[in-house]
């Protein structure tokens, strides 16, 4: 059984910067696609990050702009997701996926992902 579990969210005012982590557990995480959602009340979820298992590829939701940076640490079985640049609209429930035979041409798509965390809460405001 996979379990995803977030830390990380909080307040943080517009400009600043925010770290997310996920921790994998019960898996063989290096063989793990892992990702993040995010979803602001009466939306849909918009992708905004993922990497791949082998090579560590990173791709990233058309929004991002480069104010994001997902990374990931094998040995720790943890996936981050630095934000910087934060924005009110950025304010949303972040989640963390994971999946292990996703496509490239799926990672996009939240209902390609086999295993989901609880989400976490992020708010940009003054």
């Known amino acids: 059984q996979v379990q995803l579990t977030e830390s990380g969210g909080g307040l943080v005012q517009p400009g600043g910067s925010l770290r997310l982590s996920c921790t994998v557990s019960?898996?063989?995480?290096?063989?793990?696609?892992g990702g993040w959602f995010r979803q602001a009340p009466g939306k849909e979820r918009e992708f905004v990050a993922a990497i791949r298992a082998n090579g560590g590829s990173t791709h990233y939701g058309s929004f991002v702009k480069g104010r994001v940076t997902i990374s990931r640490d094998n040995a720790k079985t943890t996936v981050y997701l630095q934000m910087g640049s934060l924005k009110p609209e950025d304010t949303a429930i972040y989640y963390c996926?994971?999946?292990?035979?996703?496509?490239?041409?799926?990672?996009?798509?939240?209902?390609?992902?086999?295993?989901w965390g609880q989400g976490t809460q992020v708010t940009v405001s003054s």
């Open positions: 996926v994971a999946d292990r035979g996703i496509i490239l041409s799926s990672l996009p798509n939240p209902s390609q992902y086999d295993y």
């Open positions: 019960g898996s063989t995480f290096r063989t793990y696609t």
